[in-house]
């Protein structure tokens, strides 16, 4: 039995467990096997498919009612779980109203022998597994027992098949039938830890449950989670339907269909956790995207196979990439999972017994809904026989296509809309695991505590577009990098980048290729939609002689919307000149940034020291520096005793490179005074030896082109 101290991190590993199994290669096997099996007995393949997905709903609906996971559904959960089970019950009445023969025909009653005993393989193998992670049971007696489940189902399966089809076909589905038994052994082995913990008696009450659950979604982040996690689970269900029913119409076809879903699902499967273990940062969210992205154009690929002559090789493409690219999914949605559990854990601090469970519950209602969804459509798509007389079955897949591919893309158009809309990105993810070892430790972090609550808990939005602009701009735009390793030595929110302006350029080249996280500096009057008209129509404008004056402002007002959310995008803190009184607002936000872990971008050139209509920035070079910059250093080591320090960088646009000097730290026993212009004074020697380095570097270049010429 666990410990209270250790249940936190069991239950987590269980609720996450159960992710990875929602689409299992047992499961995906054990689906087209059914289907296979079904049309080898001379049945309608579907229907093997919808008994399948009727033992997979009953299965689940039992485990929710009677298991001990029963006492974690929420009111809303429970009335759900009443209605999917009045429309299973429909569901199977009218499939015995649609084949009324059914309960004296044979080769169902095969079909659902076979459908049983893999189920009753797989629960009873679970249970045994756990028993003997637990050691309350022998080794021998767990390989005794383990050998009965399997081998009688094995025997009783192996006789019907023989006296019900030819001999070649019953060895291919006696053959597959163990395969299955494998892969259901592969999956024990796999979730063998997790599955110890299964089974073990909780003392939640369920008014606690309820509590939990009303509290997680007022949380923004959880609930935009449970989304995406719904959207996702259902769009799965409905593939399965979609892909694994209509690619295979032959006994041989749905063998390789299984042959290739196995493979790829493993492979899949095994290449995300490798992917998730060796990068440091949290990526679950970018791999998420890649498995969408190859989710929907399989099924795109499958839709345009559809109503046309059928070509095996794109149908067989468009199966492994929408298997692959929903194993991909679940395997990145487990590792989202892990983190939901730090944010609960944020939210309801040491109010953690029961929530694991409740995920898994909720887990498994998701699961159920998609099955559900599934399962309506498999009955539906059973039509009689004597239909079947008049249509073939490449007629009907044709008809229902549309109908079928609408449902799982536009569910994962959403998914895909709500993980670019995700409240938190790998940052806040990073930061939050940083806050939650502090509070481990005894420690705290008001500063990234306030920060984690305004994106965790509130209403916020990520910002993914000024991503998307950032990744499509780099190779139009491609600067070299030189110098990186002089930010190695630095923890995150100790730097301040301080980069020339050189106009524009500065500014576009610093947030498209500094290699680490910050938060720029910005004029405030590019925050606010009515300042920045006349602040861009002075400072821009004015020295375009080109447009004609009665454009100017208009050509602004179109633009400023645009502006606003880049500026907003990029968390930049607004920078009040002019202003003594707000300008302390600047600082107080700054000093608050560093203090959660952010860097700070800043372009502290005087560009404002010029006649009407003339260049603010230097075009080459460097410009003066502002000096008041520069009590960002004394204020944070003031409030932190950290020092931090000034990274000088050099945007070179004739050279299209990027390039980062040596940090110049802050001394804290220097004058105040004489530290700042210490500092601004360095700062402006290091950028400007990179510029004059610069020169002689396109000196040598001309001469070089000179000589050649």
């Known amino acids: 039995m666990p410990s209270s101290s250790n249940r936190f991190s069991i239950s987590t590993a269980s609720a996450r467990r159960l992710m990875l199994v929602l689409m299992s290669v047992s499961t995906i096997y054990q689906y087209m096997y059914s289907t296979m099996l079904s049309s080898a ?17 009953a299965t689940t609906l039992s485990h929710i009612s009677f298991g001990d996971g029963s006492k974690y559904l929420t009111k809303r959960m429970r009335i759900a779980f009443m209605i999917i089970s009045g429309i299973m019950l429909l569901c199977t009445l009218a499939l015995l ?32 597994t756990a028993r003997r992670m637990r050691r309350t049971i022998g080794k021998r007696a767990y390989f005794i027992f383990m050998a009965m489940i399997y081998l009688i189902p094995l025997l009783i399966i192996s006789y019907l098949l023989f006296i019900s089809v030819d001999t070649v076909s019953a060895w291919q589905l006696i053959g597959s039938f163990l395969f299955g038994a494998f892969l259901d052994g592969y999956t024990l082995w796999r979730e063998r830890d997790f599955v110890a913990h299964e089974g073990i008696p909780d003392d939640i009450d369920p008014k606690t449950v309820s509590d939990i659950a009303s509290e997680l979604r ?24 979609l892909v694994y029913t209509f690619i295979g119409l032959t006994t041989q076809e749905l063998f390789t269909c299984m042959i290739l879903a196995v493979s790829c699902t493993v492979v899949m499967r095994e290449m995300s956790i490798l992917v998730l273990r060796r990068i440091k940062k949290p990526v679950a969210l970018p791999l998420l995207l890649v498995g969408l992205f190859l989710w929907i154009y399989g099924l795109i690929l499958f839709y345009e196979q559809m109503g046309q002559a059928q070509n095996l090789i794109l149908s067989y493409l468009s199966l492994g990439l929408s298997v692959s690219g929903l194993s991909i ?27 694991s469970q409740m995920r898994a519950a909720l887990t498994e209602m998701a699961m159920l809904m998609g099955q559900m969804i599934a399962l309506i459509l498999l009955t539906l798509m059973c039509i009689p026989v004597n239909v079947l007389e008049s249509l073939d079955l490449a007629r009907i897949a044709a008809s229902l296509s549309p109908l079928l591919i609408v449902p799982p893309l536009l569910l994962l158009l959403g998914a895909v809309f709500s993980a670019l809309r995700f409240p938190m990105n790998n940052r806040h993810f990073e930061k939050l695991a940083k806050w939650l070892t502090l509070e481990s430790e005894g420690l ?24 998307i602009i950032i990744w499509l701009l780099r190779p139009l735009y491609y600067h070299k990098v030189i110098g990186t390793e002089n930010l190695a030595p630095y923890e995150d929110g100790n730097m301040i980048l301080v980069c020339n302006h050189g106009e ?28 920045i008209i006349e602040h861009m129509y002075q400072g821009t404008m004015l020295r375009q002689k080109w447009i004609p004056e009665k454009w100017k402002r208009p050509i602004i007002k179109l633009f400023t919307p645009i502006m606003v959310w ?36 800043i372009f502290p050139e005087n560009g404002e020291d010029h006649a009407e209509g003339e260049r603010g920035y230097v075009s080459e070079g460097v410009g003066d520096l502002y000096t008041g910059f520069t009590m960002i250093a004394p204020l944070y ?27 110049i730290p802050y001394d804290p026993a220097n004058g105040a005074n004489d530290e700042k212009l210490r500092l601004s004074r360095e700062l402006l020697s290091s950028m400007q030896a990179m510029y004059e380095q610069e020169k002689e570097s396109d000196a040598k270049a001309a001469a070089k082109g000179a000589t050649f010429t």
């Open 566 to 601: 880049l500026f907003s995008s990029l968390e930049a803190i607004p920078v009040y000149r002019g202003q003594p009184h707000e300008l302390m607002k600047t600082f107080r936000m700054t000093i608050d940034a560093m203090q959660a872990g952010d860097n700070i971008l």
């Open 97 to 128: 109203f649609i084949y009324p023969g059914l309960l004296i025909t044979r080769s169902v009653w095969i079909i659902f022998a076979v459908i049983f005993s893999a189920a009753f393989r797989v629960i009873n193998g679970r249970k045994l």
């Open 444 to 467: 705290d972090n008001p500063a990234l505590k306030k920060q984690l609550d305004s994106v965790v808990v509130k209403r916020h939005k990520n910002r993914f577009g000024i991503k």
């Open 41 to 57: 007995l001379g049945m309608l393949p579907l229907f093997g498919a919808a008994m399948f997905m009727s033992a997979q709903v």
């Open 504 to 531: 524009i350029y500065g500014p576009v080249a610093a947030n498209l290729y500094i290699p680490i996280t910050f938060r720029p500096w910005t004029i405030s009057h590019m925050m606010d939609e009515e300042a």
């Open 218 to 241: 007022e949380v923004n982040a959880y609930s935009a989670y449970q989304r995406l996690h719904v959207l996702i689970m259902l769009a799965l269900q409905l593939t399965l339907v």
């Open 637 to 663: 080591y003031a409030k932190t005793k950290k020092k931090a320090v000034f990274v000088p960088i050099y945007a070179s646009k004739s050279q299209r490179t990027l390039t980062i000097g040596e940090a």
């Open 329 to 355: 999914c679940t395997t990145a949605l487990a590792e989202l999972e892990r983190s939901m559990s730090d944010v609960a854990h944020f939210t309801l601090q040491n109010r953690m017994h029961g929530y």
